[in-house]
Structures are given as structure tokens and as C-alpha cells.
DNA sequence: GTAGGGTTAG
């Protein structure tokens, strides 16, 4: 316990060493009257906001007379990384009425600001001003407008950008690539990346990394290889970035194999891949080397931040064993992270699913601010407990606090519903999802209706619901039904939904096994054995294992 | 001006 007084006594130091030297500097430039000059004004607000002191960074501003561009860009670009966007706007919108006109770099800055606060219509504003300027094929303004239409998902309007400049530079050639890789679109970044050659562009880190962010599904792990390789020809593979994607890429994969012979050939990994590769154990359902390589990285003495706790925390979650998380719980006290949001929706989540609710209502409870997906991990934990109303309470309270419903909140309540088969509830909060808050229903909440309806008997409205879907219907939703079916025993209809599966999923022999179980309860045996006679491959089934932690 | 890990949806 002492030691770690100790170290939070000497981070504390150092903070406040830093920003004393700052204000030490600022005191020094005020003796020697160089204060009111706009080159140290400049120098003084961006050591004040690089100390988190934006404060005192728009008094210097304040003070100083003569206000150059660097003056005005320091203080916004200040508040735009203090995620202060208001005050950004608006000192980008005092500066537009003076004669100090933004350059390249105060719309890049701003552009930045727009997309960080999710502000299209700013975004817009600000684009079209640039073009007013004259910016229309400045690249260093280009490679933003790029990057922000790419985060927003307008991924065309950034190629639109892309388009209008007609020498682009490295920058903005791999902020397109990257903008490809925001939005999952693999061919277009290998497209944007052989153009880019055909320029005479030499790729570096940020090209690997833009094209390494689109390769996401096992099906594209021969694009990842081939990349991987790119950067082992390049000399990129000691750049972190490259390397925590690389990590990152063969997880998504699932290929941890390859995510951990990346990870071992590292000298020193930080943070970050140490991340990389925990989170992807995680979630490729290996929580045991989850934890094993979270227990090394601490007897490393490295520090967990809130991001690593949080995917140790699911991979407990997964594990069902809430000793290591009651572990990790005491640490994120002894830290000061039980504040942060993240961790404790992790922590709420995890003592839900390791079958202590009461431990996980208590972290929410205590929580100083809830956000929407701590309402989503305590609501989907009370639905797992069986507590249905208690959910809806819990949802209502949410609503009260002005807290926003997202697509998870209503799979949680929807799962609550068939818990507790609540058919008339979950048909109207399957309403109130689509028509009150404007959310458009995915394929879960549409299987938690059908096994709402199925199982209340109402096969023929969980059959129209599925009528009334564009095609090719969604094969949960179809299983969901077929399974309804089953025990409804209702054999004429499950064949027509057995083959509409059939049709489109023609190797996958779990819905013959489900049909021939329907015809064996209905003793129609000659169907039984044609059904079994149709399957493909081995059948044989794998012996399951439990094991019970105490 | 461009790049990396994260919590919920059983």
C-alpha cells in the first residue's frame, strides 16, 4: 500500500513540477517584457495546454495585443485537444472577424475538432469556408477533410476531397488509404495503395497501419499476409503501430497463432500490443492466456491502464470465475480507476455474468456518472438474473436521467423479455424502439421476437414477422423460428422453414439434425432417416467437458 | 495535416 502512495506521490510531483516550470517561464518572459510578444505568448499557451492549464493558456492569449495566426491557432488547437469544441467554434469564429485570416493549419485544426464531436454540419461549414479561402487544393487541409469525412463514415466525400488536389502528397495519400480502412473497405485501400505507388509514393508506417485496418474476417488473412510481409520488406516492423496492428489484425482473424509469433518477436512491446494481444485471447474466447499474459505483463511491473483492465474484465466475464475478477476489482480501487466509466461497466458486467448481481449493482450504483452502456451491462445482467421488471425500472431510469437507448439497450430489454416470456411487453418495447427512438431493428432483436412469440405459442405472427423482411432473411432469425417449432411441434411449418435454410446455408447440417428431431417426436421415421441420410460429412459429435470453479 | 489496444448486446 505504501509503495503505491509512493508512486502516486511522485506522479503528482511530476505534474506539478512541469507546470510550475511553466509558470516559472511565463513569470520570466513577464520581467523581461517578452509576454506581450506574440512569438513567446505562442511558446507559453502551448506549454500551459500541454499541462492541461487551458485556463491560464487564455490569459496569456488574453493579454497579449498583437494576435499572429500561431497565437490564434495555439489557443484553438489548446481547447479542440481539451475536447472543449465549443470553445474552439467560437474562437474560430471571433478569429474570422478580425483580420488575422485562419490558415491551412487553424482549418485543419478545426476540421479535426468537427469530426472528434461527431459534427457533420460543422464539418460541412468549415470545408466550405476553406474552399472560399482558396484551401480547395491545399494538401495539409486536404489530408484533415479526408480523414474527417473518413471517421464520419462519408468515406465518398473524402475520395471527393481526394480528388480535388492534383499533386497529393504522402500524407494525404495514406489518409485516404486509412479513411478505406475506417470503413472496412479492404479492396479499395489495396486500390488506393497500388495508386499511390504508381505515383512514386514510398508507403511508410501510416500506409501499413491505413491498409491493416480494413482486414478484419479470416477471409481476407491472405491481404493480411501479404501486408504483413510489406512491412517485414519496408523495415516497419519495429514501428509499435505496425506491430499492435499487426496483433490486432491476426486476432481479428483468429489466427493467434500468427497474432503471437508478431508479438514475440518484438523487443520490448508496450502497452498497447501487450493490449493488442490480451484483448485478442479475449475475445477469441481464450480467457485463460488472457489472463496468463495479463499476470506476466504485472510481474513485469508494467501498469494496466483502464483500456487493458476493461479486456481482462470481459475475458473474466466469459470465464465465469469472479475470483480473478474480485483480484482485478482491488487493484482498479488501489489505482483510482474505479471512477472511470469503462472499467466499471466492465466490472458490472463481469460480476453479472460470474452470477454476483449484487456486486455488480453495487459498482453501478456507485459509479459518480453512468453512461449508456453501463445502463446496457446492468439492464442485460438483471435480465440474465431473471429480474424483467426490474430491467424495465432500471430502463426508465435511464430514460429520467437523459441517458440515450442505443441497439444494445433493446437486445438486453428483449432478452429480459424472453427470460421472463413477457410477449406483450417485448412487442411493445420492439415498437417503441422502432417508432419512439428511431432505431432500426437488427437481426437479434428480431430473433428475440420470434422466440417471444414462438414460445408463447403465436407461431403464425412470428411467421408473418419474418414475411415481412426484404430478402435473404437472416439464418438466426429462421433457426430462432425452426426451434419454436420444435417445441410447438408444429412439423409443416418447420419443413418450410427447414428448407428455406437449406436452400441458402446447403453444408450446414445443424437445421437436418433439427428437422429430423421434429419428424422423431412426430414418430415420422422414414423421414428421420432420409434427413440423416442427406447430411454431409462427419457427424459425430465432440463429448462436451464442464468444469465447476469453487 | 495521416496511424495502434477498450467496456454492453446471454
Redesign the pocket.
Known sequence: MQSHFDSLRSELCKICRSLLRVKKLHALAIRSHLSEDPFYATQIIRQYAANGDVKSAHHVFDKTPTRSVFLWNSLI?AYAQAHRFRNAFDLFNNMLTTNTRPDN?TY??II?ACSENFDCSSLRLVHGRALVSGLGSD??C???LV?AYSKLGLVNEASGVFNGIPEP????W??LI?GYGYSGLCDKGVQTFNAMRRGGKKP???T???LL?SVADSILLRIGHGIHGLSLKHGFDS???????LV?MYSRCKCMTSAYKVFESIFQP???????LI?GY??TGDYLKALLFFRELNMKGEK?????I??V??SI?QSANAGPGREIHGYVLRNGLGSD??VS??LV?MYS?CGFLHSGNRVFELMPKQN???Y??II?GL??HGCAFECFRMFNKMLNKGVVP????F??LL?ACCHADLVQDGGELFRRMKYEFDIEPRP?HYV?MVKLLGSAGELDEAYNLIQSLPEPVDKGILGALLSCCNSCGNSDLAETIAHRLFESNPNDNVYRVMLSNIYASDGRWDDVKKMRDNMTGDQRKVPGLSRIEG
Open positions: 488547437r493549419f485543419s485544426c479535426r494538401s495539409i486536404g489530408s484533415a480523414t502528397d504522402s500524407v494525404l495514406n489518409s486509412s511508410d508506417g501510416y501499413i497501419v491505413g485496418l514501428n509499435s503501430h505496425v506491430v499492435s496492428l490486432n508496450d502497452l498497447v500490443t501487450w493490449s493488442a484483448a479475449s475475445q494496466a491502464d483502464t483500456i487493458l476493461s479486456s474484465l470481459a466475464a466509466v469503462m461497466s466492465a458486467d455474468k449508456v452502456i453501463s446496457n451491462s442485460s435480465g440474465l442505443d441497439e444494445s439497450t437486445s438486453a432478452c437479434e428475440y
